[in-house]
């Protein structure tokens, strides 16, 4: 009999221990402050980063953009790309207390006016951003803008840090939907802007069975869902992108709507819309290269080993 209820007793002991640390580390940075809890998290982050693997994609990665940049300069732009992450994390707590503000922790808008220029007969347009400053405040700001956008998300392999996670999300996003990643959350997302909601997509991670399109002179599988959503729906495609000003301080940077030709061939017209968005994005990490996530593996690997030799 002991040993039949060990098993489900210390499942039980580790999600306990699992959940209790996840609101201890929570709730520790919400007490030391927004500004506070993001230099701890860079300083924690700067002193982790080196020390992964993670470190040495990113140097292959920067290789494959700028194969001119000198290696202390590449070394320099990793560092810096680690202390942003660890902003991310230690800011991410106090997302439900950012607010719209003129200084200090907060954030505030640049180019808000493309947003109302891009609704087409009473439809929000479809938003593009990339992991770039804090990615994580997307959803917070359109939420108190009171735009009507859902994220998508792909889940955590812990269900007891997914469950705490989107938690926090849903809390500071102020209603704002957040689907899973897959055909569910295909379905879910058809369904929420066939009644007239809208999607903010991260467009810039590899996805192994998307379209081969150009970045940074070299091509990326590129997840083509944006350009799909925009044509079924006849929406507008907005970039957009949250970069750093300082410690928990953020402004949000809306561009005018793409100007997309349509030839009503489907494969092609997707794929001069994702040539366009992986435009923007190259564009801007090229103006903020300390500030993008450097960490994942975005060109074939192929092309990594290309650079290593």
């Excluded at 700001?141 to 009171?146: D, T, V």
């Amino acid at each position: 009999m002991i040993t039949d209820i060990t098993p489900s007793r210390s499942r039980r002991f580790r999600a306990y221990m699992t959940e209790m640390s996840f609101n201890g580390a929570v709730g520790l940075m919400r007490l030391i402050g927004p500004a506070q809890a993001s230099h701890v998290g860079a300083k924690l982050a700067g002193f982790i980063g080196p020390f992964l693997s993670s470190t040495r994609t990113g140097m292959q990665n920067l290789a494959i953009a700028f194969p001119d940049m000198e290696d202390r300069e590449r070394k320099q732009v990793v560092r810096g790309a680690w202390n942003n992450l660890g902003r991310v994390i230690g800011e991410f707590s106090h997302l439900r207390n950012f607010a719209r503000t003129s200084s200090g922790p907060g954030w505030e808008i640049a180019g808000e006016e493309h947003i109302a220029a891009a609704w087409r007969n009473g439809q929000p347009p479809i938003f593009f951003s990339a992991h770039v400053g804090n990615w994580e405040m997307i959803l917070p700001i359109a939420g108190a803008l009171g735009l009507p956008v859902g994220g998508v998300y792909r889940a955590a392999s812990n269900p007891i840090v997914e469950r705490l996670v989107q938690g926090i999300r849903h809390e500071a996003g102020n209603g704002t939907s957040m689907f899973p990643k897959g055909s569910r959350g295909a379905r879910s997302i058809v369904g929420h802007m066939a009644s007239g909601g809208t999607v903010g997509l991260l467009v810039d991670q590899k996805m192994n069975d998307g379209i081969a399109v150009p970045f940074f002179g070299k091509d990326a599988w590129t997840a083509p869902a944006l350009a799909q959503l925009a044509m079924r729906f006849q929406r507008d495609i907005v970039p957009i992108r949250v970069v750093r000003l300082g410690a928990a301080r953020f402004q949000l940077i809306c561009e005018p709507a793409l100007t997309i030709t349509k030839t009503g061939e489907r494969a092609a017209d997707e794929l001069s819309i994702m040539k366009l968005v992986n435009a923007h994005v190259e564009r801007w990490v090229k103006d903020e290269p300390h500030q993008w996530l450097w960490f994942h593996r975005r060109w074939p690997k192929h092309e990594a080993t290309a650079t290593s030799r």
